[in-house]
């Protein structure tokens, strides 16, 4: 190996490193003060609105394109998914194609859990944060809402 070979070499791995170094630190500031900032997440294909918002839960309102369908819709993801998955690419939106036929969607959008939040377990986010979203949708004038699990 020539020397001017060795040094390029060396150039590029203290490049690496340094750069290797600089995403850590920035990973480790952040952990300090927002583990999951929700503005990071890519906008959705179909606008929506927030109705309703509580620390552990925002609830999107997708509002109908189509002819307007009695039942809403209310699509529930796992709580460690971010529903952003279900709205990225317009045509191809889960979002989309039940508002183009006509269904109000309700989306619950489980926010993060924080460290004030460690007192809250599987019954805080069903019985009473999903409960009160479900509570949301149908006492909009409709005689119920439909859930759907989403994949």
Wanted: proline share 8%; hydrophobic share 40%; charged share 20%.
């Amino acid at each position: 190996m020539e020397r001017r070979d060795c040094f390029s070499f060396f150039a590029l791995l203290a490049d690496y490193w340094v750069d290797g170094a600089v995403r850590a630190l920035e990973g480790a500031g952040r952990g300090t003060c927002n583990f999951y900032p929700l503005d990071e997440d890519p906008p959705g294909a179909t606008p929506f609105e927030i109705v309703h918002a509580t620390n552990l839960l925002r609830l999107r309102h997708y509002a109908p394109r189509g002819v307007q369908r009695s039942t809403p819709l209310l699509v529930v993801c796992a709580l460690i998914k971010r529903p952003f998955i279900l709205d990225l690419l317009s045509g191809r939106s889960v979002i989309e194609n039940p508002s183009r036929q006509g269904f109000d969607i309700y989306l619950v959008d489980w926010i993060p859990p924080t460290r004030r939040d460690a007192g809250a377990g599987f019954d805080t986010y069903i019985n009473v944060e999903l409960t009160q979203a479900a509570g949301d949708c149908s006492g909009r004038g409709t005689p119920g809402v439909s859930a759907l699990r989403a994949p």
